[in-house]
């Protein structure tokens, strides 16, 4: 069997699959090449990570699709639901990249709260002019100690996001429509403790969190978790960090309560207009950018492609045995 991973995949994982007699290409094929490629190459096994698309024409277009993968946690640039209706099992790595998601988090909300964002934009080219400028600036930070952390959506991510949050000292309170948890389990020194978290409404999340971190899939309505009316309603001064989907914050709103100090400041891991941007996105001095890193470290892509080949070896086994 062929299998082409399009956004590439760790080289231990290639290496297995290799071993076990599949024909493994990574090199990334345009999108709208893919279907030719597909085709031509007859693969069996596409995987995927964030950049490629694999929507419903490309699925009835490549017959010979047997097995679609996704490299992270969230389906929505695939089309399951058309896949499975016609007969091809979709797969994907919930828990290899929770670890890196929420440090990236835990990474931008320590640098809002102490305006490093600010820092790292202005000292490159004002840095040696108005130094002391730049200092009275970027003085008046807060530390995470203490302070609250709303999280919406508490599944792995967001369980995660709350131990590296417990053990820095801050509070945290969640909203989950699915998950009910009353403590986490942390291992501190060697040893493991529980440490309470408490289950609260969002207008209780809004109105109480010095800080949010959104860890939700896309929404089936298409509507933003946080919009204007949700902004509005926020702790003055809050910071949020959204390293989610890019439509789970209105950008429109979120530039807006910026502006108004409603938010102190915010940083974005995705956009709604992946891979392009918004420009006045890029240039708002209270964002905190970084391009859709949140899984892509060493140690959570091994961890996807050692989950990948596992899941691929099994689906092969179960074909063959059927």
Sequence with gaps: MRIHANDG???AAKSRLQEEGFTVTTDHVPQDQLRTYLNTEKVDVLLVRSATKVRQDL????PGLKLIGRGGVGLDNIDVAHAKARGIPVINTPASSSISVAELVMAHLFGLMRNLHEGNRRMPAEGRTRFKELKKACEKGSEVRGRTLG????GRIGQWTARYALGCGMRVIYVDNRTTVEAIEMEVGGQSVRVPVKMVTMDELLAQADAISLHVPAQKD???VLGGAELARVKPGVVI???ARGGSVDEDALLAALKEGRVRSAAL???????????DLLTEPRLSLSPHIGAATAEAQGRVGAELAELILHWRDSVQVA
């Design 9 to 11: 995949i760790d080289t």
């Design 59 to 62: 699925i009835d277009a490549c």
């Design 151 to 154: 999280i919406i959506g508490f």
């Design 222 to 224: 298409g509507k933003p």
């Design 241 to 243: 960090v959204n390293t």
């Design 269 to 279: 891991d995705v956009f709604t207009n992946e891979p392009e941007p918004r420009e």
